[in-house]
């Protein structure tokens, strides 16, 4: 039954909702798809909902193409299963918590690992079970600090999370393989323009990562691309790592005063000025920058490191907190930020601004109250054989052509520092440039993690009880319809793709004549005989410039005017994407509209 | 695509888990339609979930036939709203609470009147947009104290409830009316037997009300119903009100002492020794018992009222809860109990076992210290001229012959007494009889109780501002698979009717010979083909007995089973509803089934 818009519960808007940022959230909001409930949640008007349903329609279809099984679990879960992976501790302030009638302790899940693995581990128990993907289309929640954008960061939104449950890592892979197939069809369905990047597991624990960014400038999340096809988000990229250089003939090296070169610069003019360099000069990227981080594990602990980086380098605390995790005795989500007073107090070994490497390994220096070894990691550019400028532990005095592997060691190395554009892609594709996008899905080969905490296990081939892999997926439902406003919208409004448009035909009855009217319903009605979704604007009192700006606001792919031409015969057909307007025979309209299907 | 029963994710239970009570809760646990994830939260696994959305389906498509439009709220919703119409505390402990990470509260939405209302005065403006009917199908969250009986009282559940927008009260009745046909018709759909009953509107407001009724053992809902169609909730049922009786010859009333008769028994006796009848016997239908109740009212006092009740009738507390609102300054929901001592030394005019009516017009008894006028209730059948024996409000003295309207009056009438079996339907269609059922839809005509304190008003007719009356209707999706289940089942399994069967076909291959096999996924595919859904139990090494219990069990309304008949041509159709089989020859076996549906 066609939408009238006489009886249509639709108001649109003339101007930008103040509060809106974003054009896909004003135009949601001016067009009446939305209306804001609270901060970050929204409620869904009649032509919103139908927008949703069919973009959840896409991601179920192709969830079921892959044999994924649709389940559907409650939003308010008991805080047990959470304290058992730690994550009820974990996610801090950014999830909401509820105690029911009774004192007990309830949250309204941002995610469903704990319950999926728990479900699986309730049914099955055999490798025979597996492999087995199942999914659900659900309410999440997060309390977000900033909720921003509308629907792209809210805080009660709709997401599609799928988990798989395997025997062994090939199972694994092949799962994880066949959601990164469904979410590029699906994508591709919805119109939506997305590249897979490498990312880290993060929080979520595993192996292998990777999001789905659509390219938008309003887009959170950074990343880079090579012009060769690699694509990843900052915190993934990898650093391009240098062979080792053979330093048998190295010379010695030499400590020298360095009086007030606490930083960077200082130290390079003073290294130009103490010992020239046989051909052209000394550069930041000779010296090796020595920073102390201190890392807020999630048992409230503090614990610090130190990162040897090449002194052109600025680290960045995000990609620290991404990948210092494998250095850590605990898992979790950690906060990095430069170590403060109090901290470097504790450690009387720490000289500020002539910090160098060997610190942690000089046990002569060990022992003083309060002090203990620090972690010492480096940037994966220092490896065997470079030479540097660094700081002696001593204040004033920096050491000059210090071999890293004959003269220090470390004990790991990490990705820590700034990616900059024009850096090596690590598959030899070419040197990277930045961009920005929207994060629209996140695949992870979990692995064992919630497994493991969970104790899951099911009997293998031989019999004996093993823990089962897992991979966990997401979409977001409600953030792909946001993504989708912002990607197909001009200065009049939205412009829908035609697999999620609330309708085909936006059938538009401009005039008085009675016979415009009745026209306008007759092809209605046949529009909708044969199959096609149709808004019909039968508002009799409404100007016609009311009625087009209408139309293009609210964005269905054609426009049919029925109007003046109907003495001639004739209706205007628009298509709201290109503009392009043809009158066409009223006889031919059906089966114009029809072809362009 | 049919669901296979080697990959589908299920587990059928032989026993009964220990924590389920009723036979629905049971039988769904067991088929592996559901999971508990908490106490009265339900995980929907892949078969549960298909009953679910096609009984939301069917509600959908009747809720669109009658012109309602869907929209879909947050589940989380802000204080503000339920603040200005008292229900953020009227709920007290019912709902769940909680605050965000600045400290702003939210509930968990019990129901939307408050938003939905805010939603309209959002959007529309005149009477012009009105009639309004908008709906949603979303989850609902109550903390109840004692969830029970699986789904049929949970505490995270899906509804559809909906809200009409009308301008005057014959908008609102035909909106009413348009809800209850639509009601009507979605439970016959589903297959589900149920009696419009007239309910109270307690806490909700509003002129109109009806339970649609669903009759059944383990029902918490108490109702009469009469042979000639009458059906009201307890609390609903009206007396049949006796008519005046002239009084212009009544003798004069007479106080007598009657020591010792604190109660209706001994005044009985008293009464038929002291002054016997002059045909047959006092009988304590003739004695007026009045009963100080106190009410504990939304705003935390606690008042007092007397009503008084013929002596041969209980007072149902609950049917005082229901009616009492009438009768107060301020709205909302009372609790209500028996005067304690504490509030009866309030009223030093109360004598314990001796109270009769006119107490409180009595001017010479008020102003004793913390006195004040009590309210003064009867039941209907207290008419002008009827005649009693009762207290004289002085220890060991009661009052006989006291008329009614000449000796008392009364501040007002109220249904206050038990309804017993066997009483007349106040439409004169019989004798009332007692009935348990589940409330499986509620419809009300709330009028302009949330509109007036939300301030939704639009320009009517004549350009004046005016009040929109509203309505609210409700339906339990997910109790009503429960109550199907309920209703329909054997002690094999579960019965489901054909419109919300998770399949229409159950084929399953009995035996090891490939031949069977192949057939059973022959005859698969042409069913679906004919576009029936299937569930096709193709476990190569399940027993006979295991796959027909578990056919039984899931309860499927056909069930094709391809075994050892199939050397002879035949398959066996079986019908799980009569129990009736049949071999029909396999050629046929398609056309036999299609027939059928």
Redesign the interface.
Known sequence: ?ALRLS?????TLREDPVDAEVDSHKLLLRA?YI?R??PG??????LG?RV?RKVEAIVREEM?AI?A??????????KEPYEVTNRWVEYG?GI???Q??KGAD?L?APTHEE?FTL?VK???SSYKDLP?S?YQIQ?K?R?E?RPRAGLLRG??FIMKDSYSFDIDDAGLDASYMAHRGAYLRIFERLGLDVIPVAATAGAMGGSRSEEFLHPASIGEDTFVRSAGGYAANVEAVTTVVPEDIDFTNAPAAEVRDTPDTPTIDTLVAAANELAPRAEGSWTAADTLKNVVLAIDLPTGERQLVVIGVPGDRAVDLKRVEANIGAHLAIGGEVGVEAANDVDLKKHAEIVKGYLGPGLALDAALLGAEGSSKLLYLVDPRVVSGTTWITGANEAGKHVFGLVAGRDFGWDGTIEAVEVREGDPAPDGSGPLEAARGIEMGHIFALGRKYSEALDLKVLDRNGKLAVVTMGSYGIGITRAVAALAESNHDDKGLIWPANVAPAHVHVVAVGRGAEIFEAAAALTAELETAGLEVIYDDRPKVSPGVKFGDAELLGVPTILAVGRGLVDGVVEIKDRTTGNAENVPLADAVKYILDRQ
């Open positions: 039954m009886t249509l519960f639709l108001r009446g209306r409930a609270a949640i929204y409620t869904w008007l009649p909902l949703l079921d044999g099984q649709e389940v559907h679990f409650p939003a308010l879960l008991p302030d909401f918590r509820l029911d009638r309830y309204l319950m479900l309730d049914l099955y087995l199942i309410n929640y309390d600090a805080r009660e």
